[in-house]
């Protein structure tokens, strides 16, 4: 057991690194994704700047075993929160380009992306179960 948390820490602190940090190095693009989904224009700067530094604070907090918890829990919620966004996107028969993971990635939002959401939840939510 021991080791499936340890290889589900390792996961989502990887995918929360390299999205956060790609992010960062993106800033216009994380602000064009913002409003593209729809953000209200007065706060697609002020999310665009905390998203990477959430998602980089979520990734520390799964490495601390002692904060492993809190941080699978705001990884979760995350997820969530993104899928919700595709989903609500998806059902407006919008398709704003994903910028998941900055600009090392860049595509329309789309049933794919709902699925990829979906693997990565999966070592997340283990993480909530037992971290």
Known sequence: M????????LLTVAVFVVSGG???????????AVADFGVSPS?????????PWTELGAAALVLVPATAWW?????????ASFTVAVSVNLGRGRTPECRCFGQLTSSTVGPATLIRN??????????????
Do not use: N, Q, W, Y
């Open 2 to 9: 021991d080791s499936l948390v340890l290889i589900a820490r």
């Open 118 to 131: 979906a693997v990565i939840s999966i070592p997340v939510f283990f993480l909530v179960l037992v971290a």
């Open 71 to 79: 941080g699978a829990l705001v990884s979760l919620l995350l997820l």
């Open 43 to 51: 706060l697609v700067r002020p999310v665009a700047e905390v998203l």
């Open 22 to 32: 790609a992010k960062l190095a993106d800033r216009g693009g994380t602000r064009r």
